[in-house]
């Protein structure tokens, strides 16, 4: 069975391109201190590219997570001092 482009089962000759080999790359030349230096410039790059936040939202941000931590500290006192009572309760 052919089409407009050939034949569907076998690919085109001209469509297969022939893939060089790779000798050792970028990866292979640089030493370990040129492999270090490339990972600092790599992760100065990515830094970049962060959306910092603005005083007033890092403000925001900090206070809601405060304010979420000492609910949650309530709430695990309150539940460990029921648990308590309930076991001096039962075990008297």
């Given at each position: 069975?052919t089409?407009?482009v050939?034949?569907i089962?076998?690919?085109?000759?001209?469509?297969e391109?022939?893939k060089?080999?790779r000798?050792?790359g970028?990866?292979?030349?640089k030493?370990?201190?040129?492999?270090?230096?490339?990972?600092?410039r790599?992760?100065?790059?990515e830094l970049?590219k962060?959306?910092?936040?603005?005083?007033s939202?890092l403000?925001?941000y900090?206070?809601?997570?405060?304010?979420f931590?000492?609910?949650?500290?309530?709430?695990?006192?309150?539940?460990?001092?029921?648990?308590?009572?309930?076991?001096?309760?039962?075990?008297g």
């Amino acid at each position: 069975m052919t089409d407009a482009v050939g034949s569907i089962d076998m690919p085109d000759a001209q469509d297969e391109v022939p893939k060089k080999a790779r000798k050792g790359g970028k990866r292979g030349k640089k030493g370990p201190f040129g492999r270090l230096a490339q990972f600092y410039r790599q992760i100065v790059a990515e830094l970049r590219k962060v959306v910092w936040p603005t005083r007033s939202q890092l403000t925001t941000y900090t206070t809601v997570v405060i304010v979420f931590v000492v609910i949650m500290i309530g709430i695990v006192t309150v539940i460990d001092q029921g648990f308590a009572a309930a076991v001096k309760y039962v075990f008297g």
